[in-house]
Each structure stands twice: as C-alpha cells, then as structure tokens.
C-alpha cells in the first residue's frame, strides 16, 4: 500500500472512530446481533432510525417491477445505513446482513437533538453523508465509463480500500457476494462477472483459488487502479461514430 493511501486509511479510521465515540457517549441506542441473511431493514417502513454497521457487512437491495432483486449498495464497519431515506421518511431498500454483523439503531430525532450541543457529533454526520455521497458519484462515473473487466477491477479495488481503510488486509478479499449480485450492483450479467474474472486472472491482476471462488487475491491496488484508468482513458480516447 502507498503512503497516500495508508494516510487516507488513517484519516478514515479515525474520525469514524470518533463519530462512533460520540455516538456512544451522546445518544441513546440499541444493538442488535445478526447473521447472514438476516433482515436489517424492511422497504417501505416508516423511516424513525439510523443504522451504523459496528461489525460485519450489509447491502441494500431493491426490488424491480419484474420482482428480481438489485443490490444498490454496501455497507461495511463504520458505515451509516438510512441516510436515503431521511427526505422520503420511510425505507427505501431492503437490507441484509452479508455474514454476521453488531448493528446499531439510534432514533434519528434524538441524533438530530444530540448534534444541537454537539458541533463534533454534527461534524462527523456531515463527513458520513459526504462520503457516502461521494461513493455513489464514484460508482455511478465507473458504470458509466468503463467496460466489463474495468468494471469488476474497479469493485474489487473498492472493496481492497474499504478494507486497507478499516485497517484489514488489503491483499485478500473474502467474497460476500454471488456472481449474480455482482452483476447486480454493476449493472453485468453473471456470466460477464464471471469472464471477466477470469480475464483479470490471467492477467495477473488477482488471484482466484479453484476451490475457493469467493476468495480473490489483490497483489497490488495501485496495479488494479492503472488497469482502471488505462481502460478509462482508452474509452475517451475513441473516436464518437457519427
């Protein structure tokens, strides 16, 4: 890992950490244990919580008009589930447990009393909702601009920084997602998520285990992140056929 990313990891853990402390010693809330598949959160309920993944992982899912699910988002240690729904005020995706997880559910109008006394606990909701912001703008200039293999390339180097920034290793991601959620949340089908897997293999950019497809070797990010802007810049670089 480069020292810009190291200190960018740094910088995360520790104002999250803080917000979290805040949180602890500020406003009242509840904790819950769930295991994978476990429900988190229900579309459509009238919207009284947030949520902060304390352990363990979560991702929304939508439902499309044909009933075939859409995972929308994921949620890692640290993360806040509910921003979303704070204008419509009710839940706006399902959400599950990936493995087992400690959630954290504080009343949304105690939280918004709590930041009035507190600048900090205000501060750090601030710089949550803006890097939660900033992930989607990231992940919707990725589906837009970039092809299949960049595609898979550039969720893997996602998932890498998530984890180097919550001070887990970097250079082994544990799957917790099918090839077909995959394909959900980048707008691919399995079988490309799949292709394109294997192409990123062969090229040495990951590793995948025979046995153990859900475990993918990352040698190096910053080799993932040129593979990602050279496909990048070769996309802009073709001509516009007329």
Known sequence: MNTSLESSASNFCNWRAELVDLVESRVPF???????GDRVQSAGGRFACLRVVRLGACKSVNLSAEGRERVVALHF???WIGFDNIAKTCSTSEVYAMDTSEIWSVCYETLMLATASSPALARGLYLAMSC????VNERQLALGGLGADARVADFLRSLAEAQAARHLRSDQINLRMSRAEIGSYLGLTLETVSRALSRLARSGLIGVERNRQ???????????VEFIQMAMHQREARPIST
């Not at 939660?132 to 992930?135: M, N, R």
């Open 30 to 36: 509840s904790k819950s244990r769930v295991h994978a």
């Open 77 to 79: 240690k640290g993360d």
């Open 132 to 135: 939660e912001l900033a992930q």
């Open 214 to 224: 859900r475990h993918i070797g990352v040698p190096s990010v910053v080799a993932l």
